[in-house]
């Protein structure tokens, strides 16, 4: 297990006091270092007080202005692709859940410890001083613990030994860390004619958006959360993909087939699981890591908050969207084009999860369509017109309805697709704003 690889991510480990925050954070770090990881960061609740200079009291105010400047600290530190472990009480539901909305790879675990338990560890006497009215705040007695409805962890640090606890938790960081060893699969046979003179004489991955080409731009991402086996399925003007980041796998056949035909002309890449992507899209990095965050087989990006992009879209309307309905905000009921949109829980950005298992479902079931429509090649496919002209959202939806689970990722970070000439322009003064830090 040495020189293991992890993406960056957070492990907020909270509980009530003498649960065993503190020394299972350490132990958590020092068994990531014995194993290799050397990026990574230890912040306990005493510490986080010193590095902030002492500023802060144990008053609700105070407690929660350092816990809002322990997740800011949390956040750049694993921007800069550092792990980081944070020990804290962080008794307030409201408040983890406010830093799981702002770190991407966010994973609690919870210390499950009975109180009377806490109270005879507690070899500082401050529970004691506490029951005894020496403390205004102290959580356990004179304000309660509230418990997160699913944390990704849980340990009962009462019936589990220090050893046991540890274990069980170095398992499951490495596992909630441990994907880079999954591919990444970018499509990009197609024409794009709807982008006009502009794909003339190149792919449009190929058009530079703020001085970057779209594919330069979901490579680096790739290659910045750890990602380093890229794969791109090319066919239009094939000629311009010659980069040594990358292999290529050619659909010579991208005039007559779609998305999901062009995916399996790199199926070989797909066994150990692997990141799929449209190659029209830019999205920031916080995207893929959520994607890497997932413990589903399947599961695919989804953007809440998409209808306002189609605003003035008259060449690409709202019925050309890739629209995601779940009827638990968990789970994909439907993927479709031209639904209800006003019920919609969102868009498809163009970027799903497959793990090795979920590879083996999506082959299984392409291999049995295969077979099936090499005799009904005259009828249609969900919402395409054959088979051989499928989206990989039809095949989504193929997947759900035998009994299969989808899973939506909720996306926090940003992206824009390139679809139309109009996307360009936008995209243009959104990245560049982004990137020049203007507003």
């Known amino acids: 297990m040495k020189n293991q690889e992890l993406i960056s991510g957070t492990i907020w480990i909270t509980g009530i006091s003498a649960s065993g925050k503190s020394t299972l954070g350490e132990k958590l ?4 270092k014995e194993i290799g990881v050397n990026n990574v960061k230890f912040l306990d609740g005493e510490s986080i007080r010193k590095e902030l200079g002492g500023a802060y009291g144990y008053r609700t105010d105070d407690r929660n202005a350092i816990l809002e400047k322990t997740t800011q600290m949390a956040r750049k530190y694993n921007e800069n692709g550092t792990i980081v472990i944070v020990s804290t009480i962080s008794h307030k539901r ?16 919870f210390l499950d410890c009975p109180l009377e338990v806490c109270i005879e560890r507690d070899y500082k006497g401050h529970y004691k001083k506490a029951l005894n009215g020496e403390y205004e705040n102290f959580i356990g007695i004179t304000e309660p613990y509230e418990t997160s409805e699913s944390p990704e962890l849980v340990i009962n ?9 540890q274990e069980i938790l170095l398992k499951n960081v490495l596992r909630f860390l441990g994907k880079r060893s ?18 003339q004489k190149k792919p449009k991955c190929m058009l530079e958006v703020s001085g970057k080409t779209i594919l330069d731009r979901l490579i680096d991402n790739f290659l910045n959360c750890g990602i380093s086996n890229i794969n791109v399925v090319v066919g239009y003007k094939k000629e311009h993909f010659n980069d040594g ?7 010579h056949d991208y005039e007559n087939n779609n998305i999901l035909h062009s995916l399996f002309y790199a199926e070989e890449a797909m066994d150990s699981g692997f990141l799929f992507s449209y190659s029209d899209i830019i999205y ?7 994607m890497l965050e997932s413990n589903s087989d399947i599961a695919v990006a989804v953007d809440c908050n998409w209808l306002e992009y189609y605003e003035g879209r008259v060449d690409h309307p709202i019925s050309e969207a890739e629209l995601v309905f779940s009827e638990n905000r968990k ?7 031209d639904a209800d949109f006003k019920n919609a829980f969102g868009e498809f950005l163009g970027v799903a999860y497959f793990s090795r298992r979920g590879a083996k479902i999506l082959k299984d079931v392409f291999s049995d369509l295969l077979q099936y429509y090499s005799k009904n090649s005259h009828q249609t496919f969900h919402t395409a017109k054959s088979f051989e002209k499928a989206y990989l959202t039809d095949m989504l939806q193929e997947i759900i309805n035998r009994g299969f689970s989808v899973d939506l990722v909720q996306i926090k970070g940003n992206w824009t697709e390139i679809d139309i000439p109009r996307d360009l322009e936008v995209s243009e003064q959104f990245w560049g704003k982004e990137e020049y830090g203007t507003s």
């Open 29 to 32: 770090f020092k068994g990531l």
């Open 94 to 109: 409201a408040i983890r859940q406010k830093a799981r909305d702002t770190i991407a790879n966010f994973m609690e675990v």
């Open 157 to 165: 640090t009462k019936s589990l030994s220090i050893a046991e606890s």
């Open 182 to 199: 999954i591919k990444a699969i970018i499509v990009a046979a197609g024409m794009g004619n709807r982008m006009n003179h502009f794909t």
């Open 245 to 251: 980041r990358y292999q290529c796998y050619v659909n």
């Open 284 to 290: 920031d990095e916080v995207v893929i890591r959520q």
């Open 331 to 337: 789970t994909v009921t439907l993927i479709s084009k």
